[in-house]
């Protein structure tokens, strides 16, 4: 609840939304286009998507199986990738960083609204990867 008010009063600043652990940004357009719009940001930089999770249609899928009748969200896919270049540098810096690996960049719709964003990194070198990620949901935006 906290995150869709902040995200729908966010939208009205044109500001990225800061929900915790993510970042947020609306999208203006529909779920298909905002995946559409990563999907081509993500790939337009030399990247391979390693995995596209369709976590909205798993938990849409199994709410009843775990015993809930709640819908989270309409949908929701989560990109999953890496940068062999922003990994390697950010690794030798510190091999623990393999923990932030691969990178992620999610597209959501909850109740009409949909968003584009990413999970946010630890301060020092993850914040190149931060800022990375931050670059690539831009280029979704425009």
């Known amino acids: 609840m906290r995150q869709t008010i902040l995200a729908g009063a966010m939208s009205l600043l044109a500001l990225p939304a800061l929900a915790g652990e993510a970042t947020t940004y609306p999208f203006e357009g529909s779920f298909e286009d905002a995946t559409f719009a ?3 940001a993500i790939v337009g930089r030399g990247l391979v998507i390693d995995l596209r999770s369709h976590v909205g249609e798993m938990l849409n899928r ?24 922003l990994s390697r540098e950010v690794m030798e810096a510190d091999p623990m960083n393999i923990a932030h690996c691969p990178y992620g960049i999610f597209v959501a719709e909850r109740d009409g609204a949909v968003m584009v964003g990413y999970r946010n990194m630890p301060e020092g070198e993850m914040q190149k990867v931060q800022a990375f990620l931050d670059e690539i949901v831009q280029d979704a935006l425009d």
């Open 62 to 85: 199994t709410g009843a199986d775990v015993g809930s009748d709640v819908r989270i969200f309409e949908a929701a896919d989560i990109f999953l990738f890496c940068s062999a270049t």
């Open 38 to 40: 990563v999907e081509s």
